[in-house]
Each structure stands twice: as structure tokens, then as C-alpha cells.
T-cell receptor
Framework: KQEVTQIPAALSVPEGENLVLNCSFTDSAIYNLQWFRQDPGKGLTSLLLIQSSQREQTSGRLNASLDKSSGRSTLYIAASQPGDSATYLCAVGGATNKLIFGTGTLLAVQP | DAMVIQNPRYQVTQFGKPVTLSCSQTLNHNVMYWYQQKSSQAPKLLFHYYDKDFNNEADTPDNFQSRRPNTSFCFLDIRSPGLGDAAMYLC????????????FGPGTRLTVL
């Protein structure tokens, strides 16, 4: 059974700092991995999708990497801003695109 | 703008009183999903439709049903809500069934009194 873990559960950093969020999964037989952002009481916004054949994806200040064999992904956020404060969720997708989510990392960027 | 819309955003119901949540999409995607997210927990897939084909997760309670009358709309019916069903319900869509980005709606927050 696939399990997804995100560490740390919460993170507080000063504005401008670069940071890394971690995601690990137990079954390496995945089709893709997605990173999402969730603001309090809101739905999920897709940030990056990495196919199983890819090693990384970049969008603006965000860079996500995938090491399928070791069951790990990282989300790197450069030059963090207060507007980046949110919960970040990673999710792994299988053949039917069913997503198994981690419980998220709550990020607070202090002005 | 193309998007995933959920109505209502907030729903209050009484214990045991049936409730229906609505999701619509303008993306013309083939696949629609319903997730349940309880407080401080990860979203959990309840079921999904690929076109008209319904796929139920093994551990989804029988109390939860779904309908997809056309490509654009999908409904979540909770026949007899219990206190444990209070959660955020998230609808998502994707163009393809595998290895494709899922786009989420804003969610419906369900409160059961």
C-alpha cells in the first residue's frame, strides 16, 4: 500500500530565504508526482507535475525533483515571499491517475 | 476562464438529512474526481468517473454516491450524513486518466449538526 510522508510538518522561515520541502513515498511504481499548494479553507492549486520518466520540473521560483528509485521528491522554493505562505502537498499518481496525498507541510514566510 | 466550480462553498446539514454537492467544469475534461479532506488530513479519493464509467474506491462508504449526467457536471450525494462526514469535499478534473495534471475546485465545506 502506497504511503506518502512529508517532512517537516511545519516550517517557518524569514522572507528571502531559499527552502526545501521533502516528500517520500514507499512504492516506487508511480506514474507521476504532483506538488500542490493549499491556502487555508481553499482548494488545491497544482504547482508542478513530474512524470515518472523525468527528474525535475521548474516553474518560476519553484523547482521540483524526483528520484523514483529512492522514493523521494523535493520542492525547492527560491527567494521565499510572504505570499508563499500556505500548505504544500505532494501526491503520487498511479496508472489510473488516482492520487495518494501526503499530509502536507505548513509553510510560514515571515516578513 | 476555464475552471472547476463547486457549489455551494459551505453547506450545513442535519444528522441523517441527505445532501448533494455539485461540481461543474468548463475544461471539457474526461475524468472527474471527488476527494474528501478532513481537518488536518490529506485528501482521500472517494471515486472518479472516466467519461460515464464510474470507479468507486474500495473503502468508500455506501453512504456516498455520485452521478455524472454529462461531461460538465458531477454530483456527490451523501444519503445519511453522520458527524464523521464533516469535511471539505474537493472536486477535480483531468483530461486523461493516467499521468495527467489534476485541476481542483475551491471545495465545499460540509458541516453536520
Amino acid at each position: 500500500k502506497q504511503e506518502v510522508t512529508q517532512i517537516p510538518a511545519a516550517l517557518s522561515v524569514p522572507e528571502g530565504e531559499n527552502l526545501v520541502l521533502n516528500c517520500s513515498f514507499t512504492d516506487s511504481a508511480i506514474y507521476n508526482l504532483q506538488w500542490f499548494r493549499q491556502d487555508p479553507g481553499k482548494g488545491l492549486t497544482s504547482l508542478l507535475l513530474i512524470q515518472s520518466s523525468q527528474r525535475e520540473q521548474t516553474s518560476g521560483r519553484l523547482n521540483a525533483s524526483l528520484d523514483k528509485s529512492s522514493g523521494r521528491s523535493t520542492l525547492y522554493i527560491a527567494a521565499s515571499q510572504p505570499g508563499d505562505s500556505a500548505t504544500y502537498l505532494c501526491a503520487v499518481g498511479g496508472a489510473t491517475n488516482k492520487l495518494i496525498f501526503g499530509t502536507g507541510t505548513l509553510l510560514a514566510v515571515q516578513p | 476562464d476555464a475552471m472547476v466550480i463547486q457549489n455551494p462553498r459551505y453547506q450545513v446539514t442535519q444528522f441523517g438529512k441527505p445532501v448533494t454537492l455539485s461540481c461543474s467544469q468548463t475544461l471539457n475534461h474526461n475524468v472527474m474526481y471527488w476527494y474528501q479532506q478532513k481537518s488536518s488530513q490529506a485528501p482521500k479519493l472517494l471515486f472518479h468517473y472516466y467519461d460515464k464509467d464510474f470507479n468507486n474506491e474500495a473503502d468508500t462508504p455506501d453512504n456516498f454516491q455520485s452521478r455524472r449526467p454529462n461531461t460538465s457536471f458531477c454530483f456527490l450525494d451523501i444519503r445519511s450524513p453522520g458527524l464523521g462526514d464533516a469535511a471539505m469535499y474537493l472536486c477535480a478534473t483531468s483530461r486523461l486518466a493516467g499521468a495527467d495534471t489534476q485541476y481542483f475546485g475551491p471545495g465545499t465545506r460540509l458541516t453536520v449538526l
